[in-house]
């Protein structure tokens, strides 16, 4: 299994602002994503950060509006600009670790006023 | 496209089994199950890979029709600790991403 830690754990934001979300794993990986779940929704897959690359976004996802940076094997962010109140979501980082088995961090519970 | 999963919600007692079906529109490498509790991240369960394999762990277990693009979990002699909100993930040949399907809600009851 895998440690991850997200912070922060929940936020209430105006709208027009933006909120960046730290994901920190207790050891290297290789790839990290982001994933969005709205209540009682199923997760969306925002994009796959891998360490040294540009981010792959998901259709229906823009860099402009959910920047993402990886500077290590450890971390990651991820921006929510520009917030409006449907940008309202739980945001969710989670790594592979293992042959093919992704973990998951316990989320940013995110609303937009 | 999102896989789609059946039945959307089951409701059962304590002892009772269950069965929730995961269905693809597109080839598939591998199928996860992951379990979902109310305010918690979703929890890896098992991975079926590319060759119609079947798994179990403790009275859960699952299959994965590589064919059909079709995957079903098998809950056997239910406990109330397996309430909670499963999901699919999808693997397709050649992505190292997961899709999740629509979810099926699971409610034991003593």
């Given at each position: 299994s895998a440690v991850i830690?997200?912070?922060?754990?929940?936020?209430?934001?105006?709208?027009?602002?933006?909120?960046?979300?730290?994901?920190?794993?207790?050891?290297?990986?290789?790839?990290?994503?982001?994933?969005?779940?709205?209540?009682?929704?199923?997760l969306t897959l925002i994009a796959t950060a891998n360490q040294g690359s540009e981010a792959t976004y998901e259709s229906g996802f823009v860099i402009d509006k959910f920047p993402i940076s990886r500077p290590n094997l450890t971390f990651s962010t991820l921006t929510v600009s520009n917030m409006s109140p449907e940008d309202s979501s739980i945001y969710l980082c989670s790594v592979e670790r293992g042959p093919y088995e992704q973990y998951f961090g316990p989320g940013t519970r995110l609303t937009v006023t | 496209q999102q896989p789609v999963q059946s039945p959307q919600a089951v409701i059962l007692r304590e002892g009772e089994d269950a069965v929730i079906n995961c269905s693809s529109s597109k080839a598939l490498y591998s199928v996860h199950w992951y379990r979902q509790k109310h305010g918690e991240a979703p929890v890896f369960l098992m991975i079926l890979l590319k060759g119609g394999e079947q798994k179990g762990h403790d009275k859960i277990s699952a299959s994965f029709n590589e064919k059909k693009q079709q995957s079903s979990l098998y809950l056997t002699a239910s406990q109330l600790s397996y309430s909670g909100t499963y999901f699919c993930g999808t693997e397709g040949l050649g992505t190292d991403k997961l899709i999740f399907g629509t979810g099926t809600r699971l409610q034991v009851f003593p």
């Open positions: 830690s997200q912070k922060p754990s929940r936020d209430i934001c105006q709208r027009g602002t933006s909120l960046t979300i730290q994901c920190q794993v207790d050891s290297q990986v290789t790839m990290m994503f982001w994933y969005r779940q709205q209540p009682g929704q199923s | -």
